[in-house]
């Protein structure tokens, strides 16, 4: 055997889009009601996008476990203005959305991307006015709204569920006519899933990515890493745990992250980057 080394360098990775949540909504499960004015939401957006979020996720209808809907009316009324002042200050703006309706004048007010927890589920509509916009979309994987999504967590075997069930709603894009490069998908963290499924999805992140498409993970401050706090700790509190996630998401390769506390995830992908740096240089 030959004692000559030949190194191999690989190519640095990009880091992962931040998107930045904003909830426009009196009811979300750990900010709800702190944005709720338009002009404190648009005052967050832009905080958040000084911070470092590539992408604002505004959002007018709580998507929690009990969470009770809202008609699209409301919701239109609380996120067209946020979204469309956003916008106008050049930051780039995704809609979180269930209905075709809001997705599509969200679009016409400057959003870029829709970000659809339902995967086309809850509105008939969705893929058909998808087809006809210009925008990225997010497709997540989900099985029922939030007064009875824990009631459907029921998998054979998680990963290959979710990967399969992502795969027919990516097949179904397709066959409106909607372009597979503006396709995004997401497991949906905490949609339908126990901690347990959470964990697994997250460990098995290769396995999603093998569709061929960027994909978006959502942790951020949801009640499975509430299990690794003590039992008083506030939603803020699982902050540190997303941005581990963050970072580790951002070593498996996906597209982009959503978080709440868009600095601490910046802090945790700084430090991902340079050690990233150190093995590519």
Same mark, same amino acid.
């Given at each position: 055997?030959?004692?000559?080394?030949?190194?191999?360098?690989?190519?640095?990775? &990009?880091? &992962?889009?931040?998107?930045?949540?904003?909830? =426009?909504? $009196?009811?979300?499960?750990?900010?709800?009601?702190?944005?709720?004015? =338009?002009?404190?939401?648009?005052?967050? !957006?832009?905080?958040?996008?000084?911070?470092?979020?590539?992408?604002?996720?505004? !959002?007018?209808?709580?998507?929690? &476990?009990?969470?009770?809907?809202?008609?699209?009316?409301?919701?239109?009324?609380?996120?067209?203005?946020?979204?469309?002042?956003?916008?106008?200050?050049?930051?780039?703006?995704?809609?979180?959305?269930?209905?075709?309706?809001?997705?599509?004048?969200?679009?016409?007010?400057?959003? /870029?991307?829709?970000?659809? =927890?339902?995967?086309?589920? /809850?509105? %008939?509509?969705?893929?058909?006015?998808?087809?006809?916009?210009?925008?990225?979309?997010?497709?997540?994987?989900?099985?029922?709204?939030?007064?009875?999504?824990?009631?459907? /967590?029921?998998?054979?075997?998680?990963?290959?569920?979710?990967? *399969?069930?992502?795969?027919?709603?990516?097949?179904?894009?397709?066959? #409106?006519?909607?372009? %597979?490069?503006?396709?995004?998908?997401?497991? !949906?963290?905490?949609?339908?899933? *126990?901690?347990?499924?959470?964990?697994?999805?997250?460990?098995?992140?290769?396995?999603?990515?093998?569709?061929?498409? $960027?994909?978006?993970?959502?942790?951020?401050?949801?009640?499975?890493?509430?299990?690794?706090? &003590?039992?008083?700790?506030?939603?803020?509190?699982?902050?540190?745990?997303? /941005?581990?996630?963050?970072?580790?998401?951002?070593?498996?390769?996906? #597209?982009?992250?959503?978080?709440?506390?868009?600095?601490?995830?910046?802090?945790?992908?700084?430090? #991902?980057?340079?050690?990233?740096?150190?093995?590519?240089?």
């Amino acid at each position: 055997m030959s004692n000559d080394m030949v190194l191999v360098r690989r190519t640095a990775r &990009p880091r &992962p889009r931040i998107m930045g949540i904003l909830n =426009v909504t $009196p009811d979300s499960f750990s900010d709800g009601g702190r944005y709720h004015s =338009v002009d404190d939401a648009i005052a967050h !957006g832009v905080a958040m996008h000084e911070q470092g979020a590539d992408i604002i996720d505004v !959002g007018g209808e709580s998507t929690r &476990p009990g969470a009770v809907r809202v008609s699209p009316d409301e919701e239109q009324r609380r996120v067209l203005p946020v979204v469309r002042e956003l916008g106008d200050r050049g930051i780039r703006v995704s809609i979180d959305t269930l209905n075709s309706s809001t997705a599509r004048l969200a679009a016409e007010a400057g959003a /870029a991307v829709v970000n659809d =927890v339902s995967g086309g589920l /809850a509105d %008939e509509e969705m893929f058909r006015t998808i087809a006809a916009l210009d925008t990225e979309y997010i497709v997540s994987h989900w099985r029922g709204h939030g007064q009875n999504m824990n009631d459907l /967590a029921t998998y054979n075997e998680v990963v290959g569920d979710v990967r *399969t069930e992502l795969q027919r709603r990516v097949a179904e894009l397709i066959v #409106w006519g909607v372009d %597979e490069r503006r396709i995004i998908i997401d497991p !949906g963290l905490g949609f339908a899933k *126990t901690s347990t499924h959470n964990w697994k999805l997250l460990g098995n992140l290769d396995r999603l990515e093998s569709l061929g498409y $960027p994909v978006l993970i959502g942790a951020s401050r949801k009640r499975f890493l509430a299990d690794l706090l &003590p039992g008083d700790a506030e939603p803020t509190d699982r902050d540190p745990a997303t /941005a581990v996630i963050g970072a580790l998401a951002a070593q498996a390769g996906v #597209w982009g992250v959503r978080v709440h506390d868009v600095e601490t995830t910046k802090a945790a992908l700084a430090v #991902w980057t340079a050690w990233e740096k150190g093995a590519t240089e």
